[in-house]
């Protein structure tokens, strides 16, 4: 009855068993930005935090329209497990760079199943997945804009609070 059912849904098997992979990545995402909240909130760092603590909610938001797109179109969508959340961090700067790094690693994999989609021709999930990649492109720039400011103007504690309101600000 398994295979029956696995064969009706509206999305192509193989492209839903990397949406729940998909699904993982965005629940570790969101506990990693957690993490990182934590410690922005820890060294005073408010603004920082207050930008983590949202940047997790919204990795949740995008696991939940994931899981919610494969129920919806027939398919079994799976709690994931989330585990090796780094806690550890040395600076402001390096909460940065590992968040632009994990926000690449997203983009990847869903330009894989992307990838993937267009060579089973599923159209609807390919559609569906445009969101994402717009989403990622604005999420990687936005991370590229904040450690320009590192950059910009450095890591000593005068700079890294004036970065932290810049951060409350969207600049």
């Known amino acids: 009855m398994k295979d029956i059912v696995r ?24 506990a990693a930005y957690l993490a990182m909240a934590s410690w922005c909130d820890h060294n005073g760092l408010v603004y ?6 949202k940047q997790s909610n919204e990795e949740r938001e995008h696991m ?9 179109n027939g398919g079994t969508a799976y709690s994931p497990e989330v ?14 760079e590992t968040a632009l790094d994990q926000e690449i690693q997203i983009s990847k994999s ?36 904040i450690l320009e400011m590192f950059d910009l103007m450095g890591t000593d504690g005068l700079a890294l609070k004036l970065i932290d309101e810049r951060i409350k600000h969207g600049e």
């Open 48 to 53: 920082s935090a207050d930008f983590f603590y």
């Open 83 to 96: 585990s090796n959340i780094n806690h550890e961090f040395n600076s402001l700067q390096e909460i940065f």
């Open 7 to 30: 064969q009706k849904i509206g999305i192509n098997v193989d492209v839903m068993d990397l949406l729940n992979e998909q699904i993982a990545k965005e629940a570790h995402s969101a």
């Open 110 to 145: 869903i330009h894989n199943i992307v990838t993937k989609c267009r060579k089973v021709m599923d159209y609807g999930t390919e559609n569906f997945l445009q969101w994402f990649i717009q989403e990622q492109m604005e999420e990687e720039n936005q991370f590229r804009r």
């Open 64 to 72: 939940l329209k994931i899981f919610k797109f494969i129920n919806e």
